[in-house]
């Protein structure tokens, strides 16, 4: 059974940092594009980073780049998203989630974890 399971949210000022987690158990990460996305309550989901480890291909959202970081534990079967510099604008839930791609999803998602940055 695929799982995903996000963790590492928190309450974090403006200009701080924050590392998210997602464990994935049921498949081999290695095999598959992992992504981050988030979701503030009234608006779409969006995509805010991915990566492909195959190929070591990385996908950032304008946004974030040169604040966030992906990387995975293979041995660990987890992917990290660090995030520094936060700014309150990246208050949300976020989910992880697998695909055959960084554009194409499969329907499984995490339990998602919230961040909240205060100004």
């Known amino acids: 059974e695929v799982q995903l399971q996000a963790s590492g949210g928190g309450l974090v000022q403006a200009g701080g940092s924050l590392r998210l987690s997602c464990a994935a158990s049921?498949?081999?990460?290695?095999?598959?594009?992992i992504g981050w996305f988030r979701q503030v309550p009234g608006k779409a989901r969006e995509g805010v980073s991915c990566?492909?480890?195959?190929?070591?291909?990385?996908w950032y959202e304008d946004s974030v780049k040169g604040r966030f970081t992906i990387s995975s534990d293979n041995a660990k079967n987890t992917v990290y998203l660090q995030m520094n510099s936060l700014k309150p604008e990246d208050t949300a839930v976020y989910y992880c989630?697998?695909?055959?791609?960084?554009?194409?999803?499969?329907?499984?998602w995490g339990q998602g974890t919230l961040v909240t940055v205060s100004s």
């Open positions: 049921g498949f081999a990460i290695d095999d598959y594009a």
């Open positions: 989630s697998v695909g055959s791609s960084c554009f194409t999803w499969y329907d499984y």
């Open positions: 990566l492909k480890s195959s190929d070591s291909s990385t």
